[in-house]
């Protein structure tokens, strides 16, 4: 590591949180001559690069930026370098620098400190809200801002597994939702299509996710999980509320999947370019009655498997009287494969926008599950 690259690190950790990107502005003006250094975020949608000073988005798909950010690969052009922020998968937006440096192990130096910029701003967004606010395009409703406060992520990669999800509207979300979590041993993921509207729905959610993940850190197995979620949400509504969940367990040493179907959205498989609806036992909505008891499935996955999870908004999307349906999601899951997974969930919400000329009027939930196959990686946690 140069001495520069160093001095960078220093100070995009020291740096008081709403501070961090003015003060990497100042150092690496005086260490590499950059003159503009300017942060792009991504907005909820997946749809603009917002700069973080406000400003002009960048909305086109054949920009440099978005190059940067969809490739996660530095890129320069016409003097400008775009460089990916992020942390472990989890794509936060851009860093624009101009002039960008000519020798290329600056251009690699400046790479890392992207990426450090991205591992501090994950650090300082619980504590500061100047990177949250000027994330969004629009004003968030207070449920969708209660849903995606909840969220851990839009996306995760591990050597042995790449994930991403997404939730629309992204700006007025109401009761879906997914989480996860992984310890280097076991991937964790539920799928929460909610009942209700607003903020309504948006706290069965919320009870229900924090009940889920009591009951994963008290160790207890994914049928016992989905049983104490049921018993929290009944003893508070008495069945008069209740949510759809699939819960998934995935064993990453062995690629064996673990599942409970609690009234649950879509699980569909993608294997060697043929789309596979995934039958599970439906079992009860969490909630629905006292004391369900709920059974677990397995099933082995092989290495290159893509797994999609949609809630029933993706599949009843509807222009008019037209219905967007099980036929048109499998036709356009098979053409995905060679995305990345947070790009396949980009795309297929995009072609959902388009299908309905506009933002969907319910919510979907759409996550995609890349198995990577057991690696020899697999150890703590990363």
């Known amino acids: 590591m140069s001495d520069a690259e160093a001095r960078a690190r220093r100070i995009v950790t ?5 501070l961090i990107v003015d003060r990497l502005a100042a150092e690496l003006l005086r260490t590499y001559g950059i003159t503009r250094t300017e942060l792009f975020q991504v907005d909820y949608r997946l749809a603009e690069l917002l700069p973080l000073g406000g400003g002009e988005s960048v909305t086109g798909p054949g920009h440099p930026a978005w190059y940067a950010f969809d490739h996660q690969e530095p890129i320069i052009a016409d003097g400008t370098g775009w460089f990916p922020v992020g942390m472990r998968g989890e794509r936060r937006g851009v860093l624009r620098v101009s002039p960008a440096p000519a020798d290329p192990a600056a251009r690699a130096e400046l790479a890392t400190i992207a990426a450090v910029l991205g591992h501090e701003l994950a650090a300082v967004t619980s504590t500061t809200d100047v990177y949250l606010a000027a994330r969004r395009s629009r004003r968030l409703t207070l449920a969708a801002e209660m849903q995606w406060e909840l969220l851990p992520g839009r996306s995760r990669i591990r050597p042995s597994f790449a994930l991403a999800g997404q939730l629309e509207p992204a700006y007025a979300v109401r009761g879906g939702s997914f989480d996860w979590s992984d310890d280097g041993h076991r991937l964790w993921l539920a799928v929460l299509n909610g009942f209700g509207e607003g903020v309504a729905a948006a706290l069965l959610t919320s009870l229900a ?23 929290a949400i009944y003893a508070q509504h008495r069945g008069r509320q209740h949510l759809a969940v699939l819960l998934m367990e995935v064993d990453l040493a062995t690629g064996t999947l673990t599942a409970v179907d609690a009234g649950s959205p879509h699980l569909i498989r993608l294997r060697a370019g043929a789309v596979t609806p995934q039958v599970l036992d439906k079992q009860f909505p969490l909630g629905m009655f006292e004391g369900t008891d709920y059974r677990e499935q397995r099933f082995p996955l092989a290495r290159g498997d893509r797994l999609f ?39 297929l919400i995009g072609d959902l926008r388009a299908f309905v000329a506009g933002d969907l009027v319910d919510d979907a939930v759409v996550v995609c599950l890349d198995w990577l196959g057991p690696q020899p990686e697999n150890g703590p946690a990363q």
Do not use: C, K, M
């Open 14 to 18: 020291n740096a008081p949180t709403d």
């Open 209 to 231: 996710t924090f009940a889920l993940r009591n009951a994963r850190r008290a160790g207890l197995s994914l049928a016992d999980q989905a049983a104490l979620a049921d018993q």
């Open 309 to 347: 999870v949609v809630s029933d908004g993706v599949v009843d999307a509807a222009a008019g009287q037209i219905r967007y349906g099980e036929s048109a999601l499998d036709r356009f899951l098979r053409h995905t494969g060679p995305l990345e997974p947070l790009d396949a969930v980009r795309s």
